[in-house]
């Protein structure tokens, strides 16, 4: 009989990053090997798949943009090591293309069971399309779900990281659709009289809480 994965709670955004070791394609791995650096652990609901093909092939196109920003990906299903090496050959011979990445052999759902990767609703087995951006603290610092018929938006997942690393980098807030390049939200003020100062400080103001500037 197969063991249960734990049953853990969910992690939230701005938790420590649940810890763990596993098998992957790139031999024994565990979340510590990342430390002092982005990551985007990602999980896909099987080997041999097409949407799932589709993404490992668009996870490969943005693999060297997201080195450029410090991110390393770390793909998963619960898949066996022996699966994943026959897949990521298949779509070499296939389609050219090197997937540049590890993949974590989850078959006992243990990292699945601690991200909370498993909706049953969809699958009691399989793992759902989630991405967790964890930071270089080791936090985790974004979440994005998507369901096994749908594929994911790398231009989303590659706004974020940039969103998040502003973020870090200028003390700032991002509005929607944003992109790199563009205004940033000047953080609200606090006091009265930092409301009424506001307005004289040279920002893009609608109001007192509403401001922005561009990033030189």
């Not at 249960?4 to 098998?23: H, L, N, Q, S, T």
């Not at 990521?88 to 601690?114: H, Q, T, W, Y």
């Not at 989630?130 to 018929?149: E, G, K, N, T």
């Not at 938006?153 to 990281?161: G, P, S, T, Y």
Request: hydrophobic share 40%; aromatic share 10%.
């Amino acid at each position: 009989m197969d063991e249960k994965p734990e049953i853990r709670p969910m992690p939230r955004i701005g938790d420590p990053a649940p810890v763990f070791e596993a098998d992957t394609t790139w031999g024994r791995l565990a979340l510590e090997d990342f430390k002092d650096r982005w990551v985007i652990l990602f999980s896909h609901p099987a080997d041999f798949t097409p949407v799932c093909t589709t993404e490992f092939l668009a996870f490969a196109e943005i693999h060297q943009e997201l080195k450029n920003l410090g991110v390393d990906l770390l793909g998963l299903s619960v898949d066996s090591v022996t699966a994943h090496i026959a897949w990521v050959r298949n779509i070499k011979e296939k389609f050219g293309v090197k997937i540049p990445f590890p993949v974590i052999a989850d078959s006992d759902r243990k990292v699945a069971g601690l991200y909370g990767m498993i909706m049953p609703g969809e699958s009691k087995t399989e793992t759902s399309r989630c991405v967790f951006i964890i930071d270089p603290r080791q936090v985790l610092r974004a979440m994005i779900y998507y369901p096994m018929s749908t594929g994911r938006n790398m231009a989303e997942i590659l706004r974020v990281v940039k969103a998040l690393q502003t973020t870090d980098q200028h003390g700032v807030a991002t509005p929607a659709n944003w992109q790199p390049g563009e205004p940033v939200i000047v953080p609200p003020p606090r006091t009265v009289e930092a409301a009424e100062q506001r307005l004289k400080q040279g920002f893009e103001c609608v109001d007192w809480y509403f401001c922005k500037k561009k990033l030189k």
